[in-house]
């Protein structure tokens, strides 16, 4: 056995010569382990495998070679006997090969001094398959290309014979029943046998050609398994004709298996020396769906990668172009407050004109109706005393002065420069706010030539001169 350039192996063992057969033991040794035995062209060898999952102390597969038998002849078949045993003493190895020279071999060897086999003759052509009876082991059955299956004794007698119509390809027994025998042709007839009658007593049918390899399903004993062309079969013993078929390997399927241990559990090897020779293990109740081509998945591959890029590429596009967008945004409302603040440095009368931010200047701003009702109440409170202190003292001299020259609301200091506000563009709600928070009536603004009000000029002068520095564009 040498190892896969492809596929790593777990286990390699090296082989002086080439290996034609290979088949492990499916009877209990007594140990644990599995007994293994291969055939190249003039050897038998027989070792003991130990995996993992059979002893807990073996971290990985360990391989043991028990002995190499000489064969002389090429190896085409292996079965092992039931009687097979390695906790007895001494030791029993028994199996059986068949030969390229249309003979059976049995061999027994106790791994020390007894070494013994047996020929059987009476096949006219190359052997195909054999086994042994599952129970006692005391009898073989083999069928070949000479169209017959034949039942031996150990000591090479024929306990029965049957006549085939076309190459026998498989043989196996009832796991439970010994009188019945399953013989599958390459024809695609899969027949039962009464050893006792040594008739058949019942036929399946593939519908197709040539069935290279069947099985009878020893965890239920109504499926028998089978591959055929370029597809496995399944029968229920019930119904003739297939149950389940599906396509499996593309140049020709060579052998069907099933699990000891599941029975919806089978492996399926392609012909040896095409290209889909690889072993496929599949399961019933879920079929295996083929894997997609290597170029369609390279396909596939480019086409999400080129999606992909092309995604990234235009997310990355829009993104620079929203934020150039906003950019000029930016700048241009920098542009526009560049302006404006050209346009308010140029009117004459506005350079000393600052405005300070505070708490309360914000709450007037936010609060503007508020606080022009409360300063309105205020100023209401104020304004009867103020009339009733000044009637007697300055009435006359009011009278007098309005009479000789009348001050309209334009030509007032303290209402022409808010004036002058509105006509630059300074928002009016700021103004308003400002002009309640010094005591001026803000409806005036709407009516310039109007005369100013008599009531509250000395409150209002002396607080022209502050409201002045403290107000800033």
């Given at each position: 056995?040498?190892?896969?350039?492809?596929?790593?192996?777990?286990?390699?063992?090296?082989?002086?010569?080439?290996?034609?057969?290979?088949?492990?033991?499916?009877?209990?040794?007594?140990?644990?382990c599995s007994l293994i035995a291969y055939g190249g062209n003039n050897y038998v060898v027989v070792g003991t495998c130990r995996f993992p999952e059979e002893d807990a102390e073996v971290e990985r597969i360990q391989y043991k070679m028990l002995r190499t038998f000489h064969h002389g002849v090429r190896v085409d078949a292996i079965a092992w006997s039931p009687e097979t045993r390695l906790n007895s003493l001494p030791p029993q190895i028994r199996f059986c090969t068949a030969a390229a020279d249309r003979k059976l071999r049995l061999f027994t060897s106790d791994l020390q001094e007894k070494n013994e086999y047996k020929i059987f003759d009476g096949h006219s052509d190359y052997i195909n398959d054999l086994v042994f009876a599952p129970k006692e082991g005391q009898v073989i059955a083999s069928v070949g290309d000479d169209h017959t299956c034949r039942v031996w004794d150990?000591?090479?007698?024929?306990?029965?014979?049957?006549?085939?119509?076309?190459?026998?390809?498989?043989?196996?027994?009832?796991?439970?029943?010994a009188f019945k025998l399953m013989v599958a042709e390459k024809n695609g007839t899969i027949r039962f046998y009464d050893l006792t009658t040594q008739q058949a007593i019942l036929s399946l049918e593939s519908g197709q050609m040539p069935l290279m390899s069947a099985d009878w399903c020893l965890k239920n004993t109504f499926r028998i398994g089978a591959v055929a062309g370029n597809d496995w079969l399944i029968w229920d013993i019930r119904s003739r004709y297939p149950q389940d078929k599906r396509p499996v390997h593309a140049d020709r399927a060579k052998l069907f298996r099933w699990s000891r241990v599941n029975e919806n559990l089978f492996a399926t090897t392609g012909y040896p020396g095409k290209m889909s020779s690889q072993l496929l293990v599949h399961h019933?109740?879920?079929?295996?769906?083929?894997?997609?081509?290597?170029?369609r998945t390279v396909a596939f591959l480019n086409q999400f990668v080129v999606h992909t890029v092309q995604f990234l590429n235009r997310f990355s596009t829009v993104c620079e172009e929203k934020l150039s967008a906003l950019s000029l945004r930016i700048q241009q409302i920098e542009t526009t407050l560049n302006i404006l603040d050209a346009k308010l440095s140029s009117i004459p009368g506005l350079e000393d004109v600052k405005f300070e931010v505070s708490s309360g200047n914000v709450n007037s701003v936010t609060n503007g109706p508020v606080l022009q009702a409360t300063t309105e109440q205020q100023s209401t409170s104020v304004s009867p005393q103020s009339e009733q202190n000044s009637i007697h003292e300055t009435g006359l001299q009011k009278t007098e002065a309005a009479e000789e020259n009348v001050i309209t609301v334009a030509k007032d200091p303290r209402y022409a420069r808010y004036l002058k506000m509105v006509q630059v563009g300074v928002p009016v709600m700021a103004i308003r706010n400002k002009m309640i928070s010094e005591g001026l009536d803000p409806d005036l603004l709407e009516t310039p030539n109007a005369a100013v009000p008599a009531w509250g000029d000395d409150v209002n002068a002396e607080e022209s001169s502050d409201s002045e520095s403290s107000f800033s564009d």
């Open positions: 056995m040498k190892q896969d350039s492809v596929r790593s192996a777990a286990y390699t063992v090296d082989c002086e010569d080439y290996v034609h057969v290979v088949e492990f033991s499916p009877f209990d040794s007594g140990e644990a150990l000591e090479g007698n024929q306990k029965a014979y049957f006549v085939l119509r076309s190459p026998g390809v498989s043989v196996c027994w009832h796991p439970e029943e019933s109740g879920h079929p295996q769906v083929p894997a997609i081509q290597q170029k």
